[in-house]
């Protein structure tokens, strides 16, 4: 069985900053990629950050110069560091990740969730 548990997130002022982290537990063969998503009340769920095992990243254009995803391929976690939040930005924050729990088997799993308000 795995696991993601996810931590940090809150209640921020305009401009300020939250880090997120998001750590694997269970039956972990290998993690593929490592997201974050996000859904504000009455949206879709998109995606915020994305990084591949071997390190390479996409940001939607939204968090661009404003958020920084980060992975620890040792500890089976993930990161992102929110800075210059803004209202807009207020949200449920969701990682996932795509593990192998053995040489074959790839699903996707997804935190509990993390609430990010941000006050104008």
């Known amino acids: 069985q795995v696991q993601l548990v996810e931590s940090g997130g809150g209640l921020v002022q305009a401009g300020g900053s939250l880090r997120l982290s998001c750590a694997a537990s269970?039956?972990?063969?290998?993690?593929?990629?490592m997201r974050w998503f996000r859904q504000a009340p009455g949206k879709e769920r998109e995606v915020v950050a994305a990084?591949?095992?071997?390190?390479?990243?996409n940001y939607a254009d939204s968090v661009k110069g404003r958020f920084t995803i980060s992975r620890d391929n040792v500890k089976n976690t993930v990161s992102l560091q929110m800075n210059s939040l803004k209202p807009e930005d207020t949200a449920v924050y969701y990682c996932?990740?795509?593990?192998?729990?053995?040489?074959?088997?790839?699903?996707?799993?997804w935190g509990q969730g993390t609430q990010v308000t941000v006050s104008s």
């Open positions: 269970g039956s972990i063969f290998r993690i593929n990629a």
């Open positions: 996932h990740a795509e593990i192998y729990s053995n040489s074959v088997t790839l699903r996707g799993y």
């Open positions: 990084v591949t095992s071997v390190g390479i990243i």
